[in-house]
T-cell receptor
Framework: AQKITQTQPGMFVQEKEAVTLDCTYD???????LFWYKQPSSGEMIFLIY??????QNATEGRYSLNFQKARKSANLVISASQLGDSAMYFC?????????????FGDGTTLTVKP | DGGITQSPKYLFRKEGQNVTLSCEQN?????MYWYRQDPGQGLRLIYY???????QKGDIAEGYSVSREKKESFPLTVTSAQKNPTAFYLC??????????????FGPGTRLTVL
């Protein structure tokens, strides 16, 4: 079994400041991938960043970085220099490679609001 | 352009009727997925398919059925057995389900409303 927990239903951040969205996970697979997606009000799902369970370095993609702490089973998303267009729902997800090969699990999401 | 198409965008159904949601991809991806999303909530996996002619139940498969006769197509049927089918349905694909290193690409979704 695998599970994703996002404990922040809603977050507010001032424009140009950084914000961290929390994600913890649980899985029986020794090898897995962790993903973050953004969903604007239009409903489309936009891939942001990926972290492999055996990657030594934390993933970064532009203003997005993933703070991966394997021992704590956490994969927090950090957005630097927030922009008004970052207001959306954010989902953490994982996919296993062994017992749960091919099966994706998403968290309940965090709604981020960027204030001008 | 490569991508995933879902049709229709909005769908209305009367209680007791079966309805089929279309999902087509031209990305040459092996794996395809169906998710359900209720308002303000996350995505829940209905069915997924790693190769043609094979598929597995996700977390909420009851009341749904799928087929995977072609690599590019993965239609979802919402049957009358699904007690609360009103939701937003998202289809996705990824390059290879055996690898965790492929992000999923999503279609624009279908909003199903039962009248």
């Amino acid at each position: 079994a695998q599970k994703i927990t996002q404990t922040q239903p809603g977050m507010f951040v001032q424009e140009k400041e950084a914000v961290t969205l929390d994600c913890t996970y649980d899985t029986s697979d020794p090898s897995y991938g962790l993903f973050w997606y953004k969903q604007p009000s239009s409903g489309e799902m936009i891939f942001l960043i990926y972290q492999g369970s055996y990657d030594q370095q934390n993933a970064t993609e532009g203003r997005y970085s993933l703070n991966f702490q394997k021992a704590r089973k956490s994969a927090n998303l950090v957005i630097s220099a927030s922009q008004l267009g970052d207001s959306a729902m954010y989902f953490c997800a994982m996919r296993g490679m062994n017992t749960n090969a091919g099966k994706s699990t998403f968290g309940d999401g965090t709604t981020l609001t960027v204030k001008p | 352009d490569g991508g995933i198409t879902q049709s229709p965008k909005y769908l209305f159904r009367k209680e007791g009727q079966n309805v089929t949601l279309s999902c087509e991809q031209n990305l040459n991806h092996d794996a395809m997925y169906w998710y359900r999303q209720d308002p303000g909530q996350g995505l829940r996996l209905i069915y997924y398919s790693q190769i043609v002619n094979d598929f597995q139940k996700g977390d909420i498969a009851e009341g749904y059925s799928v087929s995977r006769e072609k690599k590019e197509s993965f239609p979802l049927t919402v049957t009358s057995a699904q007690k609360n089918p009103t939701a937003f349905y998202l289809c996705a694909s990824s390059g290879g389900a055996s690898s965790s290193y492929n992000e999923q690409f999503f279609g624009p979704g279908t909003r199903l409303t039962v009248l």
